[in-house]
């Protein structure tokens, strides 16, 4: 298997593996697993990067567990082959948009 489509079903085992660490949190974000069981983790991050911050990124924030979220895996360096430098930029926008709105309504 060459490296870039093992690295590909790394990431894809990492988005499912979100799933179930949000689960042990209590959130369970169903339509995110059934999109990356279906789409694959890679279109589906792909897809998010390209979208408006997610509802799911939101709820995570609040919980405390930005790490848990998939711009976190875009950002991680070992997956940076995967995407491109404006994937990557979008990522660490959606993470400082979500901080900035909690900083600015209070919620910390």
């Known amino acids: 298997m060459p490296l870039e489509e093992a690295l ?12 179930e660490h949000c689960s042990e949190h209590g959130y369970y974000p169903r339509r995110f697993r059934e ?5 694959g983790g890679l279109a ?21 567990l ?3 979220s998939v711009e976190a895996l875009v950002l991680e360096s070992r997956f940076e082959p995967l995407f491109s430098p ?12 979500v901080a900035e709105s909690r900083l600015l309504s209070g919620h910390q």
């Open 86 to 97: 404006a994937e990557r930029h979008a990522a660490q926008d959606h993470l400082d948009s």
């Open 44 to 64: 589906v991050a792909h897809a998010l990067m390209a979208a408006p911050v997610s509802q799911g990124l939101v709820r995570l924030y609040a919980m405390g």
């Open 66 to 68: 930005p790490e848990l």
């Open 35 to 39: 999109h990356v069981a279906d789409s």
């Open 8 to 19: 590909e079903a790394e990431f894809h085992q990492r988005m499912l593996a979100v799933y």
